[in-house]
């Protein structure tokens, strides 16, 4: 049974930085996209980026370009989101995700509990 577990979210003012770590278990991730999700409190939620487990198809949503990084560590089996030059409207749930290579870009059926994240103006 695949397991996401978040963590590193957190209050930082503008500017400032967070990374996010999701520690994946329980799947042969070799396999899947892993993505970062996130919500905001009355939007939908959006991708922020994915990449495959081997680095590649690395994607990111426009507002986030240069200044988001996703990365992984093989040994520990985890995917990173390093967040720099956070702003306010970069506030809200962040979640870890994954889905199977051979599946549908819609289809991320593993998801974290989420980690919130909040940055102050």
């Known amino acids: 049974q695949v397991q996401l577990v978040e963590s590193g979210g957190g209050l930082v003012p503008a500017g400032g930085s967070l990374r996010l770590s999701c520690a994946a278990s329980?799947?042969?991730?070799?396999?899947?996209?892993m993505a970062w999700f996130r919500q905001a409190p009355g939007k939908e939620r959006e991708l922020v980026a994915r990449?495959?487990?081997?680095?590649?198809?690395?994607y990111y949503t426009d507002s986030v370009k240069s200044r988001f990084t996703i990365s992984r560590d093989n040994a520990k089996n985890t995917v990173y989101l390093q967040m720099n030059s956070l702003k306010p409207e970069d506030t809200a749930v962040y979640y870890c995700?994954?889905?199977?290579?051979?599946?549908?870009?819609?289809?991320?059926?593993?998801w974290g509990q989420g980690t919130q994240v909040t940055v102050s103006s």
């Open positions: 995700a994954s889905r199977h290579m051979m599946s549908a870009p819609s289809e991320y059926k593993n």
């Open positions: 990449f495959t487990w081997s680095g590649g198809s690395e």
């Open positions: 329980g799947g042969n991730f070799r396999n899947y996209y």
